[in-house]
Structures are given as structure tokens and as C-alpha cells.
């Protein structure tokens, strides 16, 4: 153990590196965290709260090197950018205020409802969509509708409450240049010095608590080959502490690879079998040439983000089909359409935002945000490099079908879906459960073992700042 001036602490790593869901790789792409999401929010007292991980990055990180990525923009089918008289960013937030502040939203957000945020939208569609009308009218459908995406699930098995749990930032969303988040990960672990503490790939099996003496923490089994040949066995040694705090992701938690004895308390356990961890993976993609400003691109020029949107009426009622059949089913153009499965529906391009990163990276490059059916299918390929290729392509030929997509030179996906240290990205909160199953899993026991992470802070679940809070 390393001592402080108060007490004596140790930090078992499982990885061979620090950050977990933070990695900025050799290539600066942000394998997992990327983007600082808002500068500050008004709290329920009327106070301005500035988001701590902002606040830091402002601290030691140049202005220019936290490049915002705010212009977010529609475009149809046929790659043509929707002109529209209003922000239609600004339109899908109106929705998506009514859906947060709605009684039905604001009522069961800490209590287990079997109400979706689907049947919601579903039952209030005029109500929800009145005013936004014209050229964005289908762009605010379709971000409405895909904006589950983020928390990596989907309305039809999404709690109405969740939407009145989360409490977003607002303002700016922004990447950060030349070392990405790992220059906040730095910055952090060097100022308190906390590099000392850690003990790198040490997973954690076991941890015992004892009603008069310290709990017991047991470090995995782990065997090595060595240079001659021979394999010896590296850990399974155990560490007494008095207090314990558990970091591991909920999805670890989930999976019950940590086990706890005596077992926790149903409680808690029940609160980690009721949440969500959804998979949200990322493909990067990086060209040979330029993807805007010339002749024949595909990229619309100054875009950070696109969302494709069908252009014909007939795509559109297929779409709405495939997500909101209430809805959709009442217009008889929609008629013959199939109605399928919410995460089975991949028409052409729906269901994947594109991200164009090209200013951080110094070179032509987007990142493709996929997320959970979509994702987990993907990660069964990501070793496989032409068959990425051929994935990229033809999502980017779907959407663009008369645009020039220059040759691809490199991809590389996430699978944090199948990462042992994480099985998946961030929490959401589907049907059964509630804000109150986040409650819980903050909660001490015993005062002996303490949890922590996004998944424990109700008001930023699935963001950094929130694990950092």
C-alpha cells in the first residue's frame, strides 16, 4: 500500500492502462469518451452549474483546442442539405422539453413504470409535433425519434420517467485537439498525483466484508507464459482494506464477474438487474482525399454532425412504419409497409449518426455512431478489416447515392460490447426501472463497500462528467 498523509489507499486496475471508458488511442481517436458535452445548466434553484469537466479542460487546455461541434445539420437522401427557416436542433429540443417536463415523464421518474418513451410519443404525436412544420419537419421527426441513440437503447423498451431523470448540459459540445481526453485524464491523475496509487492489471474476483474486521479484496487468477516456456501463476493474492470502493462499470456488475459475499443486498442487486447498459460503438473512418469543399462531396461544408433523413414521402412513411407504427399506420400510404422490430430496422442509412472529425485529426476522417443491435452485429467483424470497409462504404453510398465517397484508406471499430472490463458503454434506464434504481446503486453497505461511476448519479448518467461527480 501507498501512504497519504490521512490514510493508506491502493487502486486496483483490471486494464493494462488507466481511464477505462476514457482512451484516447496512439491514433487520437477517442475509443470511448469523446466529446465534452455542454459548458453549464441552470440547477432546480435557479443557480448557474458549470459542468466540472469543462471547467477543468478550460483550466490548462488552450480555447483553440476545444474545437465545438455544434452545427448539426439534416440532409435527404440524396445527400441534399434541408433548408429550413428554424434550427431544426433547436425544434427537437422542444420536443424532447415537452417529453422531459410532460406529467406522465416527471410522475415516474423514480418509480418503475411499464409506460415506453414510444408509447408516450405514440400517444401525444400531434401535441409533441405542433409548430414544426415546412422543410424540418421530417429532420426533427427522425432526430426525435433516433435521439435514444445517445443513451444506447431505444424508445420502445425505454422508461417515459428516464426522460425527466437526466439533467443535460447545455451549450457547447466539444472534442478536444492534440491528445483528446486523455489530456483531461493526465491533467487530473497528475495534479493529485495519483499514478502511485495504481496497480495495473489487477481484476478484481471477490470482495468479503466482516461485520468487526477489514473486507477482503481477492485479485484474479491470472497465469503467464514465460520466456522458457513454463507457465506460473501471477496473482489470486488478497488485500484487506477497510473500506472498499467498487468502480467496475455497471455492465461488469451486471454480469457478475465481481463476486460479493456476503451477497449484496437484494436491494441493490435488483437495482443492477432493473437498469440498462446499452452498447454505443464507433467506426472511424479515414479517407485518401478531402470529404467538403470540392466538386461532388459528400460532406456538406462547416457540418460537425448529419443525420440522414429519407427524402421521398414514401422512404419517410416507411421509416415512420418501422419506428412509430401508431402513427404511421394511420396514413394509407403507409398500408403495405412491414412493420418491423424497432432494432431490426436498418433501412439504407436510418439509425447511424455521423460525426465528421477531420479538424481534431488533422487529416479527411468521420466517425459512424452505432449503437446496440446495429453495434453488437458490427463488433462480430471488427477484426476484419475489408469486410469494415465494405460496411463504411455502402452506409455512405446508402445515404449519398449522388455524392463522390472517396477511397478509404483506414477503419477501425470500437467493441466495448464485448470488452470483459466493460461489456458495453454506459447506463440507460429502461421499463421497470427507474431514477430510484441509481439511487441505489450509490448507496454504501455497511459503510464498508461504496460504489461509484455514471451509473450512480442519477442527474448525468452515461457522461463522464457525471462518474466524475
Known amino acids: 500500500m501507498v501512504a497519504s498523509e490521512k490514510f493508506e489507499v491502493i487502486c486496483l486496475e483490471a486494464r493494462d492502462r488507466v481511464g477505462g471508458r476514457v482512451f484516447t488511442d496512439k491514433d487520437g481517436d477517442e475509443i470511448g469518451a469523446a466529446w465534452i458535452h455542454g459548458t453549464e445548466r441552470i440547477d432546480e434553484k435557479g443557480s448557474i452549474e458549470p459542468n466540472p469537466i469543462y471547467t477543468m479542460a478550460q483550466s490548462f487546455i488552450p480555447p483553440e483546442d476545444l474545437h465545438p461541434t455544434m452545427n448539426f445539420i439534416a440532409v435527404q437522401s440524396d445527400g441534399s442539405e434541408l433548408e429550413s427557416d428554424s434550427s431544426i436542433w433547436d425544434n427537437m429540443w422542444k420536443v424532447l422539453n415537452k417529453i422531459k417536463g410532460s406529467y406522465e415523464s416527471m410522475s415516474n421518474a423514480y418509480q418503475p413504470t411499464q409506460m415506453s418513451v414510444y408509447d408516450f410519443i405514440s400517444k401525444n404525436w400531434s401535441d409533441l409535433f405542433a409548430g414544426v412544420r415546412g422543410a424540418c419537419e421530417k429532420a426533427v421527426v427522425k432526430a ?52 502511485r496509487y495504481i496497480h495495473l492489471e489487477k481484476p478484481v474476483s471477490k470482495i468479503e466484508r466482516f461485520e468487526n474486521a477489514p473486507s477482503r479484496v481477492t485479485i484474479a487468477d491470472r497465469t503467464v507464459t514465460n520466456p522458457d516456456g513454463t507457465i506460473s501463476k501471477v496473482d489470486g493474492s488478497v488485500i484487506e482494506a477497510d473500506i472498499v470502493v467498487v468502480t467496475v462499470p455497471l455492465g461488469v456488475l451486471k454480469k457478475g464477474d465481481v463476486e460479493f459475499i456476503p451477497p449484496l443486498p437484494d436491494y441493490k442487486q435488483q437495482s443492477i438487474n432493473n437498469l440498462g447498459f446499452g452498447v454505443y460503438d464507433k467506426l472511424f473512418v479515414t479517407f485518401e482525399s478531402s470529404i467538403e469543399n470540392e466538386e461532388g462531396s459528400f460532406w456538406p461544408s462547416g457540418a460537425d454532425v448529419i443525420s440522414v433523413v429519407p427524402k421521398s414521402d414514401d422512404d419517410f412513411n416507411e421509416y415512420l412504419c418501422c419506428a412509430l407504427p401508431h402513427i404511421a399506420l394511420k396514413n394509407p400510404e403507409c398500408i403495405n409497409h412491414v412493420r418491423r422490430p424497432y432494432d431490426n430496422r436498418d433501412h439504407e442509412h436510418i439509425g447511424i449518426e455521423i460525426a465528421n472529425v477531420s479538424a481534431v485529426a488533422g487529416k479527411p476522417k468521420i466517425v459512424m455512431l452505432i449503437y446496440e443491435r446495429a453495434a453488437r452485429e458490427m463488433e462480430k467483424f471488427a477484426n476484419n478489416e475489408p469486410a469494415l470497409i465494405d460496411f463504411a462504404h455502402t452506409k455512405l453510398q446508402n445515404a449519398f447515392p449522388n455524392h463522390f465517397i472517396p477511397a478509404i484508406v483506414e477503419v477501425k471499430a470500437t467493441t466495448w460490447g464485448n470488452d470483459k472490463y466493460a461489456y458495453g458503454s454506459f447506463a440507460n434506464i429502461p421499463l421497470g426501472a427507474s431514477g430510484q434504481d441509481m439511487i441505489n446503486l450509490s448507496l454504501p453497505v455497511d459503510d464498508k463497500i461504496l460504489f461509484c461511476g455514471e451509473a450512480t448519479l442519477k442527474l448525468h448518467y452515461s457522461t463522464v462528467h457525471g462518474a466524475y461527480k
Open 144 to 195: 426525435v425519434i433516433e435521439w435514444q441513440s445517445y443513451y444506447a437503447c431505444n424508445w420502445e423498451t425505454t422508461s417515459i420517467g428516464s426522460m425527466a431523470v437526466d439533467k443535460e448540459y447545455e451549450g457547447d459540445q466539444l472534442l478536444i485537439k492534440n491528445g483528446g481526453y486523455t489530456r483531461i485524464l493526465n491533467r487530473y491523475l497528475n495534479e493529485y498525483g495519483l499514478k
